[in-house]
């Protein structure tokens, strides 16, 4: 049986394909489209008139590692605010955020390059402000989204081969989904990250972050309300990033988890016990029942849920994830208590996945026993917290927890739960929530 620790990377397995590999290069955004309303595909905003309007406005953004002055990543970023400024992906900037001695570049579309100065990130939905030190061209405007089924048009540099314009449908925002995004039934590439996606006028309504590699013609843009959102917190000065970062974490926790903290979720019969499944509508839940083997003396009857949530921190970390699992276990044929036990005891155990030492604490464990369901239960529950991302006096943390029915003969069941990135004190509300909807069915 796998654990529900490692089916958390299916729930980040979009955004992880949208992350850009330090060889991978990422987009450039397009300023300010044409004067008049067009249909898709209209000659009044062709390819041409795009190039030239839109390319002066596009700088290429990299992150220099100063030890040896080359670059780790590439990106793009576009023009905002007062024309000094340019919005990307956090993602794109991400190495000079978590990494010692990085710097930030640009490059125009002539080769010229200066530096720039990243003013405020915004991880939750993965967007950065950068300056110039000089007037970078003219600014975009924004719009907001438009009908679903009206034509948008993305503008990258993917591969770092050169300025491209993609055109596609707006869908409307992702349904079933913690993230705001919009779908976008265009190809974005890698290297298109950062760049904007503009409606029919030329204004922006998004900035291009993903696209699924499992499919054709399936991306995801993020909404320039969020942009506007950021230009006005850096407009009260630089952030200080790291404190920034821990706050919006926290926050983010909040408005995730609380409002369902007093509710009953959906639930179904697994063994003996009703058991709470999903939490929100991003949360997924499956069968994960193993198919016994003939001689397998064993058997389980489990469901895995996990929510679509992934917060991109650095190559190495991802937050945001929240999964669990049930599992209850037989006697496929009578045995003997003793052996019983030995074969459900092989269950019992964490994958912590311990996270970089350089940005967690060393994992702590407390083993306990206690009462759920009007049953007892052995515990344990590890903990990581961040190094950095703290945020009123408590920091974020991955949490996990297993639980085993004990006492029983010839069946068991456990309970499984990860969450990654979140405030000690919540994440034992969530668990405790979780743990106080187990009910007992009648045997």
Known sequence: MKHILLLLGLSVACAASAQPMLSSEQPSAQPSAPQSEV??????????????????????IRVINQATGQKTSIGSGFVVGDGSLLATNYHVVSDAVQKENHSLRYVDHEDNEGKLTLLGVDVVHDLAIVKAEDSLGKPFEFAPIPAQGAALYALGNPHDLGFIIIDGINNGLLKKSAQARILFSGSLNGGMSGGPTLNARG??????????????????????????????QVDTGKQDVNAAIAAQLAADNQRYFVPHLDEQW???????????????????????????????????ESVTCYNDR??????DVTLGQFGYAYTHFYAREPLWPLRFYRLYSRYYSLNTQRRPQRDFDDISCEADFVRIADSLFKTTLCRQPSKQFIHEGEAV???????????????????????????SSLGKQVMTHMLQQIQREQD
Not at 267 to 289: E, K, Q
Not at 310 to 315: D, M, V
Not at 414 to 419: F, Q
């Open 203 to 232: 204004d922006v309504v998004g900035v291009n972050v993903a696209f699924l590699s499992q499919g054709n013609d399936i991306s995801f843009v993020i909404p320039a309300e969020h942009v506007e959102a950021l230009m006005a």
């Open 310 to 315: 992934s917060t991109f921190i650095s190559n």
């Open 266 to 300: 959906e639930n179904t019969v697994i063994g003996a016990f009703r058991v709470p499944l999903s939490m929100s509508d991003d949360v997924r839940c499956w069968d994960s029942s193993p198919t016994p083997d003939v001689d397998d003396l064993l058997g389980m």
């Open 39 to 60: 249909n898709r595909g209209s000659a009044a905003l062709n390819a041409s008139d795009l190039f030239a309007q839109y390319q002066p406005s596009i700088y290429q």
């Open 397 to 423: 943390e991955d949490m996990r927890l297993i639980a085993a029915k004990i006492g029983d003969s010839q069946q068991g069941f456990s309970i499984e739960i990860a969450l990654n990135g979140v405030q």
